[in-house]
């Protein structure tokens, strides 16, 4: 075990070399240039219009606290209700804070990465136009999400893991099916969903400032991304043969059994001298990991109702792990809210800048800030 932090050389835990997964489908072309969606025309326009860079739009000489490099709170600690978190030294927990920040980060650089290639195959292979110009504002949304989170973890936590099992599991069987239709179920509404409920844990409790506006930010891109998801198959799904229906219910139900059951810090635990199999089963039952499921399918359950992908064989199986209830959540009140939330952020971050400013220059002239 080590923790080096960021103003140590980064900590690598299981990152080597590089990962191929074949892929199918056919490259598409259209020789019809009539655009025929405005919606979609009008998501592509947002996409283009709201781009930002993380350079400028984040203040990275912010310092953050090297032993708590998000501020976590400590409910949001996966061992915390414990009597192994009592016991260990205030030295010990700072570990503990820097790995799981590592981790949490890393899956969400790797999982950026795979939205990337996925947003990428998504343009080959989606037939219309219009889709394919939306698809590739989110090429350059996901590549400038990569480009910040790796910076994120260099320069603020210094410590980083590899892909977790299930996430790379999840990527394997969307990247390699070549329907179109299957990388938007898999990327644009499950692990974008998986996105938003950790950006959103991130952007609202979570006390670091930069951690909180660089998640906004983030997110704010990723509501387009799940909207654009639901626009394209609401339509296709309506029309499914019977056959085509239960193979995407059965791949979408056992999804969330593995967005539910299988994200619990495996490789941060073994990585740590703590007791592996106990602080996994501490997390599986944590009120942190209890958050986070309620954000997860408060997204994941009206998506996939609104893509028409609701029949009685997916009700049965979202009952039988017990998510029926996030069935009533609106899913377009929930994107409105989170482009309110990282306006708010950002005026509220201007102000503070300006704030900063006007203290400087105060100081300059030596007068009381
Ligand atoms: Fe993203
Ligand atoms: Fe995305």
New binding site residues.
Partial sequence: MSNLGPEGPEDLVGLAGSWAVPVGGDALFTWDYDRRSERLLSLYTKGKQRQWDADKRLDWSHEVDPGDPLGMPDELIWIADSELWDRLPEKERSVVRTHTAGWMYSQFLHGEQG?LVCAAQVVRMVPDIDAKFYAST?VM??AR?VEAYDRYLREKIGVRYGITESLRGLLDTIVRDGRWDFTYLGMQVLI?GL?LASFSIQRDLMTDPLAKAFNAYVLE??AR?VAFGQLALRQYYQDLTDAERREREEFAVEACHVLSERFAGQELWHNLDYGAEECIALTRQSAALRVFRYRLFSRIVPALKSINLFGPRMQQGLETLRLMRFSKMDPDETSAADEAKALEIEQEELRRRSRQVEEAIAAGRGEPA
């Fill in positions: 939205a989110q949304d996901e999400h974008e996105a891109d990723e991304h």
